[in-house]
Structures are given as structure tokens and as C-alpha cells.
């Protein structure tokens, strides 16, 4: 019993030391950053990589980071896939404001083998619509208006995640990004790494150091002619816990973003029966730009025979109202 007992609180003290050292890391990331790059709010490139997908995680507060339980872990925390027990495949649409529609595919499944493994794949893709193209002269003097142009983004992304012991988790998400504007590109690649430590069945803690990993700035070009400078990702930490009582489970993140103020997410997710829960939270990244009541969160879930659909409601400001619907299917 003695030995079994040191086994476990050496495990404990490896886990425990493990998350402390990423927490220390992305804390001082941003720090770090600020100092090379400078950063200041809006000078990122590919800025459609912060929308968080999932309507279940989005309504709880976007605090999923130490939930991680479904296929949109690979977004929130990719340690978090080795908990689905099964295949999952999961599809968000959100209505977004001003015309503009964010869409994400994922799917993840078991890795061969007799170790916890999963593998998976997702997609982002962010369509802005048409834009009416603004026309000046050679001394930059407005001349009107001409014809309509598109604007996108996507990203492609692999997931690759381990069990490290029976409660923690590692897992790496390599993304490739493109963003387009009639017809200028940009590309890139990045890498998140997320730890996942189960304490016990109530409790979880997680980290995710997002877009920081193997950042390689993106850089606009017309054909082979630049035109733009470079533009670092939006390098982002996050870190939180998560605690399951049997109806109800509350949970908090706290953001560590490079070109903003450190800001925070809470959250629950209330069962009111076997097959449907609903949802709550607040976050304070856009209050002091936007409002007060941009901060609010709220949602529901239906699950049926391995099928869940999912709504969350998000406020804007002035900006609008969005709407995200999820479906997913695990089997």
C-alpha cells in the first residue's frame, strides 16, 4: 500500500511540475514578445484564428481550456482529445456579423496500437463576403468606387495527442494558414501545445500556448511581389480549471494574449437532464472595447443516440448579435 501510495504522489508531483512549468512559460511569453515584436492591438495577421469554435464551448464563456472533451479540443486545448472514447466528427457554422460567415470542420479518432493515441484534423475557414472596391488616383485622392472583390481565410490543421500516465496529456496542433484578398495571399504555419492534468474525476486543470509554437509570421504578396510586411499570429496562452458536480460544472480560464490585456472566461454547464444541458458565461477580452453586455454567454445542447446539436448566443456591441450552431456525431 506504501509503494502504490509513493507511485501515485510521485506521478501527482511530475504532473503537478509539469503544468507549472508550461503555466510559467506562458506567462512570460507575451512578455517576451511584446519586447521583439511590439505588438499592439489589431497589428496581428490572420486575426480569424482567436474565433473559437464549438457552440458548447463558446457558450459557457469560451473557458474550455481544462473541459476539452470533444472533437473542438484541438482548438481549446489539443491534449484534450484523448478523453473522446470513441470517433467524433463535429461541423460549427457561425452567423457572424456585418455579413460574414466562420465555418469548422473537425474529426478525431484512436491511433492504432495499446497506447492512448488520437489523431485528428481540422478546418477553419472564414468567408468575409463581397467588398466594394475603393478607387483613388496617383496622388491618393478618392475617385469612387469599382467593382466587387472576395476576401477569406483557412486554415488546415493535424492533431496528434498522448496519454502520459492515466491523468495528464500532451498534445500538438500543426497548422497551415492561408488568408486572401482579391488577389493578394498570405501563408503561414504555426504549432499550439496543450497539456491536460485530471486530478480526479471533479477536478482538471489545463494549459494551451496557441499560434506561439514554430510561429512563422505571415507576410502578404501580389504574385511574387510583396506587399506587406511581416505580421506575427495572434500568440495567445491560455490556462484554466475545471470542476464537475453531479449536474452542474463551472469553469475558469485566463487568457494571456500578445497584443492585449490579460482577460478572463467563466463559465457552467447545467444538466438539466440526460439529454439536454444549458449554458452560461462571461468574458472580459472585449468589454473595454465594445460593452459590458459583449461579455455575455449563453447556450444549450441536445444530445440524442451519439448526435448533439449545439446553440450559443453571443452579444457584440454595436457590431451585432452572432449565432453559432453546432452539430456533431461520435461513433
Known amino acids: 500500500m506504501a509503494f502504490k501510495l509513493k507511485i501515485k504522489n510521485s506521478k501527482l508531483k511530475m504532473s503537478a511540475i509539469i503544468f507549472g512549468a508550461i503555466v510559467f512559460a506562458l506567462h512570460l511569453t507575451p512578455y517576451t514578445l511584446h519586447v521583439s515584436y511590439a505588438a499592439s492591438p489589431g497589428t496581428e495577421g490572420a486575426p480569424f484564428l482567436k474565433i473559437g469554435p464549438g457552440a458548447r464551448a463558446v457558450g459557457m464563456g469560451e473557458a474550455f481550456v481544462a473541459v476539452a472533451d470533444d472533437a473542438t479540443a484541438m482548438f481549446w486545448n489539443p491534449a484534450g482529445i484523448v478523453q473522446l472514447k470513441q470517433r467524433e466528427i463535429s461541423f460549427m457554422h457561425n452567423f457572424w456579423f456585418q455579413g460574414v460567415y466562420y465555418d469548422y470542420f473537425a474529426y478525431v479518432q484512436e491511433l492504432p496500437g495499446p497506447g492512448n493515441e488520437k489523431l485528428g484534423i481540422n478546418v477553419t475557414y472564414l468567408q468575409y463576403g463581397d467588398m466594394i472596391r475603393t478607387l483613388e488616383d496617383a496622388s491618393g485622392i478618392y475617385t469612387g468606387t469599382g467593382s466587387n472583390f472576395a476576401a477569406s481565410d483557412l486554415a488546415l490543421g493535424l492533431t496528434y495527442a498522448w496519454e502520459m500516465g492515466s491523468n495528464h496529456s500532451l498534445g500538438v496542433n500543426l497548422k497551415f494558414i492561408r488568408s486572401m484578398m482579391d488577389d493578394v495571399s498570405g501563408d503561414a504555419i504555426c504549432l499550439d501545445f496543450g497539456y491536460l492534468f485530471r486530478i480526479n474525476p471533479a477536478l482538471s486543470v489545463g494549459a494551451n500556448a496557441q499560434n506561439s509554437v514554430v510561429s512563422m509570421p505571415i507576410r502578404f504578396y501580389r504574385g511574387?511581389?510583396?506587399?506587406?510586411?511581416?505580421?506575427?499570429?495572434?500568440?495567445?496562452?491560455?490556462?484554466?480549471?475545471?470542476?464537475?458536480?453531479?449536474?452542474?460544472?463551472?469553469?475558469?480560464?485566463?487568457?494571456?494574449?500578445?497584443?492585449?490585456?490579460?482577460?478572463?472566461?467563466?463559465?457552467?454547464?447545467?444538466?438539466?437532464?440526460?439529454r439536454l444541458c444549458v449554458r452560461a458565461g462571461y468574458k472580459t477580452d472585449l468589454i473595454t472595447s465594445l460593452d459590458a453586455l459583449s461579455g455575455l454567454c449563453a447556450g444549450f445542447g441536445f444530445n440524442w443516440a451519439g448526435y448533439n446539436i449545439d446553440y450559443a448566443f453571443v452579444p457584440y456591441g454595436d457590431l451585432g448579435q452572432t449565432h453559432r450552431i453546432s452539430l456533431s456525431m461520435k461513433f
Open 224 to 274: 511574387l511581389t510583396a506587399v506587406s510586411s511581416p505580421h506575427i499570429l495572434p500568440i495567445n496562452g491560455k490556462v484554466g480549471l475545471a470542476y464537475r458536480l453531479p449536474f452542474i460544472m463551472l469553469v475558469f480560464d485566463v487568457n494571456f494574449p500578445l497584443e492585449n490585456c490579460v482577460n478572463y472566461h467563466v463559465g457552467m454547464e447545467y444538466k438539466v437532464s440526460d
